[in-house]
């Protein structure tokens, strides 16, 4: 089929001169299957639209201009990598060049990131691994794959999308994670961690049982390391025995389980030659024949020898190193991530291994590389929960967010009861949480990126008498929920959940997004499920959960800025179990709000007021138990009732339709209307454009409720 060309004139503005101008932008549809599957926004020219750029055979699908200038105004000239467009540029140049194009794109990175506020550390960590990846293999025919989004910029600058990287987490604009719908360079999604390896296992065997000889790279972390599902898939790629090239990126060296005796493993000359050896074809074949003789012999001769093997190379390897071996996966390394030239030269002796099996090549960087001392100063950053950004603010000018409240009334209550202790999960840690670890330091435990670990941990610290509050952001809790079910609810052990980064999480877009918890969790017959309208409530839910003994607790708290209200003694005092309250009292509508949106309601309800009508609005505090006496007054003294969650279908508005439905007052003149999150992944955007699209905002609760009194014209109105 044909595909048509459309030219476009975009906009850009020039930061430095304030001037504005118009550029030429060419678009043709691409024609891989797979887009078809994409949606497409008509107002949004950028989040799943295929750009193409042919060049020797190879397509890609969002690319840079060949005019860069008029894209860029920067201080440091990037000749170099003003010549790539695509990876397919990288394979004329010389080993020196491609060290220009790292310090190039070092610098480039570091301007960018700057700007757009977001982590930089672990993109810096593999310039020069990203640039070899691409050097050897053959993107977009070859599959690589990320397990983290933020070790993937580089990626994007080289694969046709730097135009585009100063609007990164923007609305309508580039993900800060790879996407096959953004590029069709992301051969899978990056953005929890540890499904590279499974996802591309699954490719590798595709591609063997379809006959197809195209390679698969996968890029994992420190962090993923920690991770559960990483184990189970290396194992069985080492039972598969498909090819599959497994990179390690080992920033922060956390193969030492001692790390205060050597921070790193000592990569000189003599150890860069066994590397260079064991990733050999001549070598491999050697093994591989020795292999066969000794099966030949028998007699316990190829036992014994592969015991040898794997006992020698132990020995050149670092400390740990056997343990992939174990798993089933030949090991290579370590390698110096920062010298291009070694990195090519194991890469291509890996590449050029037609049955090798799965491989592990194991890449030290160091994630300060090429840093100058201005950047070494911005990079401390304020790490949220699930996401890293530098600290914007001053010192000491930071707002207070729900996280410093939560830490604040967690520490005042360590305080006093000895018990407590708090269990922490999920991909970065919120810097408040540093406050409580400084101050309890044998009494905070961060597990890292092991959810399922750090709830039954929580269970077994919960039996053994202590009091657990175990913290963990809403999407990452997801993976945990087969252990929050059998290893806490269903034994009725007190562990105390926070869930914190509930609901619409901003620039994080839809894979942080706290969407389902209050669903998961309040279908759980023996869980207490609560959420607090403000941080006074947030104050005293801790003091709740603190108290509680005898069944599981959790409460929800979003990741935003708090009303700055003054944290009174009222803080300090526990809510009785399953009792909401009622705010503002009216006669016209109720609206029931839940958590955070209890805001949103007296918004509304302040809307309302200036129309003449009087709204009631009470904060449900509780999910489950449900405060039906509230909830009964509600549907007596009303004849509308609105509920207002910031969560999927299914929560909170489901326990209330399932109590009033069998308590009969539908039955009469009550009119419900439940608000909630659209059955759909809400893309990156601000909080405010977010939740406009989602319809939380006090007008779209206002425009409900004028659209159930039959106002329908002042409910457009108000909405325009």
């Not at 000889?213 to 972390?221: H, K």
Request: hydrophobic share 40%; charged share 20%; with cysteine.
């Amino acid at each position: 089929m044909d595909t048509a060309a459309f030219e476009y004139s975009l906009v850009i503005s020039d930061q430095f001169h304030g001037k504005f101008r118009a550029l030429p932008f060419k678009w043709e549809p691409s024609s891989f299957s797979y887009q078809s599957r994409c949606e497409f926004s008509r107002n949004n020219l950028y989040p799943c639209v295929s750009f193409n750029s042919k060049s020797k055979g190879y397509v890609g699908q969002i690319h840079a201009s060949p005019h860069i200038s008029d894209f860029f105004w920067e201080e440091t000239p990037t000749p170099i990598l003003d010549m790539v467009e695509n990876p397919i540029h990288l394979k004329n140049l010389s080993p020196k060049e491609l060290k220009l194009l790292a310090d190039e794109v070092r610098s480039e990175l570091s301007r960018i990131m700057s700007e757009v506020q977001k982590p930089i550390k672990a993109s810096l960590s593999v310039v020069e691994l990203t640039i070899a990846i691409h050097y050897v293999f053959h993107a977009p025919v070859d599959k690589i794959l990320w397990d983290m989004g933020e070790q993937t910029y580089v990626h994007k600058l080289l694969t046709g999308r730097r135009f585009l990287m100063e609007t990164l987490s923007k609305s309508g604009s580039l993900c800060a994670y790879t996407s096959h719908c953004e590029s069709e360079y992301d051969s899978f999604a990056a953005a929890h961690g540890c499904n590279s390896i499974s996802a591309g296992l699954g490719m590798a065997v595709a591609r063997d049982i379809k006959g197809k000889r195209d390679r698969i790279v996968t890029v994992i972390s420190n962090e993923t390391t920690l991770a559960g599902q990483l184990y189970e898939a290396m194992g069985n790629a080492g039972y598969l025995d498909s090819n599959l090239v497994v990179i390690l990126n080992d920033s922060r060296h956390s193969l030492h389980p001692k790390p205060e005796e050597g921070t790193q493993t000592p990569i000189n000359a003599l150890s860069s030659t066994l590397t260079k050896l064991q990733s050999s074809k001549s070598f491999r074949k050697f093994r591989e024949v020795a292999k066969e003789l000794t099966k030949k012999i028998g007699k316990g001769i190829h036992e014994w020898a592969a015991k040898i093997d794997e006992y020698t190379r132990g020995m050149v390897g670092p400390t740990g190193s056997t343990l992939f071996e174990e798993l089933g996966l030949y090991y290579i390394g370590p390698v110096d991530g920062h010298n291009i030239e070694d990195l090519i030269c194991v890469l291509q002796e890996v590449a050029s291994l037609d049955s090798m099996g799965p491989v592990l090549v194991h890449v030290m960087t160091d994630e300060k590389q090429g840093l100058e001392d201005k950047h070494k100063s911005n990079t401390a950053g304020n790490c949220s929960e699930g996401s890293c950004h530098d600290d914007p603010f001053p010192s000491g000018a930071l707002p207070r967010t729900f996280s410093d409240c939560f830490v604040e009334a967690l520490s005042f209550h360590a305080e006093k009861d000895k018990d407590i202790v708090a269990v922490h999960a999920g991909m970065g840690m919120d810097v408040s949480l540093e406050v409580f670890k400084q101050k309890f330091p044998n009494r905070f435990f961060d597990v890292g990126m092991a959810e399922q670990h750090a709830v039954t941990f929580s269970a077994g610290l919960a039996i053994g008498g202590l009091k657990p509050f175990c913290i963990i952001p809403s999407a990452f809790l997801q993976r945990a929920y087969d252990q929050v079910v059998y290893d806490v609810d269903w034994q009725k052990i007190p562990v105390r959940f926070a869930v914190s980064s509930a609901g619409l999480v901003g620039s994080d877009g839809p894979v942080r997004c706290g969407s389902f918890d209050i669903t998961f969790m309040s279908c759980l017959p023996n869980m207490i499920v609560m959420a607090p309208s403000d941080e006074i409530e947030l104050a005293r839910m801790v003091a709740t959960a603190a108290q509680i003994e005898d069944r599981p607790i959790c409460f929800r708290y979003p990741r935003g800025v708090v009303l700055g209200k003054n944290n009174s003694a009222d803080g300090e005092m526990p809510i009785q179990i399953g009792k909401g309250k009622v705010l503002i009292e009216g006669k016209d509508v109720a609206l029931l709000g839940y958590g955070a949106m209890v805001q949103n309601c007296l918004h509304a309800q302040s809307l309302l007021s200036e129309l003449g009508v009087e709204v009631t609005v009470a904060d449900a505090r509780f999910c489950k138990p449900l405060d039906i006496k509230l909830v009964r007054q509600l549907c007596k003294n009303h004849s509308f009732l609105i509920t207002v969650e910031e969560g999927s279908i299914g929560g909170f508005g489901s326990h209330v339709a399932q109590f009033i439905a069998l308590d009969g007052k539908l039955d009469g003149r009550v009119k419900w209307r439940p608000i909630v999150l659209p059955d759909t992944y809400i893309e990156q955007a601000s909080l405010k454009e977010q939740f406009s699209r989602a319809g939380l905002t006090g007008h779209h609760i206002a425009a409900t409720a004028l659209s159930l009194l039959g106002r329908t014209r002042e409910a457009l109105l108000l909405m325009c």
